[in-house]
């Protein structure tokens, strides 16, 4: 079983919805979770962290429910600027604290 | 401000060449470093990491080796390349345990 599961998507959305995307992860010595962003043929870009208690950057919010090991993201009002390949990340004490990433959900948000 | 680089962004090259790829982190002292390879419609698979000089440690068997010869630098390579070996390879680095990471800008590696 691969260690970081997402949803495979694509997610065809009309700017300004809300969409959700989902992860589990299953080493549950897992300690630290972020969400990267990566657009076509670039490198992935940090888009937030995850805390226990939730939190929030302005269009995004992320949770994180450490005893299902579920991480979710939520987009609101999407921009065509939204348009990118999600990848969710979880990070443990083994390979040197290495991250380790999701296959990522692609988003592309239409006019 | 903390910087990485990677280059080159492109190559091509010929099955049985010789690799080298290399990558330098400016700004922060004893990083930990990280390669990873994106093969075509897959995940980020991480190759090596190295937690301090001269100490690498490897993910998975391959036709690759990693090395780090000064604290921040850290270099890819193969003796021989594969057609297996194409891919986008990243490097990436981060400040200390269970912090985000960052990249380089990748190189496309292409065999032919």
């Known amino acids: 079983r691969k260690e970081v599961e997402q949803d495979p998507g694509p997610f065809n959305v009309p700017e300004g919805a809300t969409v959700a995307f989902n992860c589990t992860y299953s080493?549950?010595?897992?300690?630290?979770f972020f969400w990267y962003r990566q657009d076509c043929r670039k490198e992935p870009k940090l888009l937030m962290s995850v805390y226990s208690s939730g939190n929030e950057d302005g269009r995004f919010t992320a949770q994180l429910n450490r005893a299902s090991q579920y991480i979710s993201l939520l987009i609101r009002d999407s921009k065509l600027s939204d348009s990118a390949t999600y990848l969710c990340v979880v990070s443990n004490s083994n390979s040197g604290y290495a991250l380790n990433f999701g296959k990522g959900t692609s988003l592309l948000v239409t006019p | 401000s903390q910087t990485i680089h990677q280059w080159p962004a492109t190559l091509v090259q010929p099955v049985g060449s010789p690799l080298s790829l290399e990558c330098t982190v400016e700004g922060t002292s004893n990083p930990n470093l990280y390669w990873y390879r994106q093969a075509a419609g897959r995940g980020l698979q991480l190759l090596f990491y190295?937690?301090?000089?001269?100490?690498i440690s490897s993910e998975v068997p391959q036709n690759l080796s990693a090395s780090r010869p000064q604290d921040r630098q850290f270099i890819l390579s193969s003796k021989k390349l594969l057609l297996s070996d194409s891919g986008f390879y990243l490097c990436?680095?981060?400040?200390?345990?269970?912090?985000?990471?960052?990249f380089g800008q990748g190189t496309r590696l292409t065999v032919v």
């Open positions: 080493n549950s010595a897992s300690q630290s």
């Open positions: 990436a680095f981060n400040r200390a345990g269970n912090t985000e990471a960052f």
């Open positions: 190295s937690v301090g000089i001269g100490q």
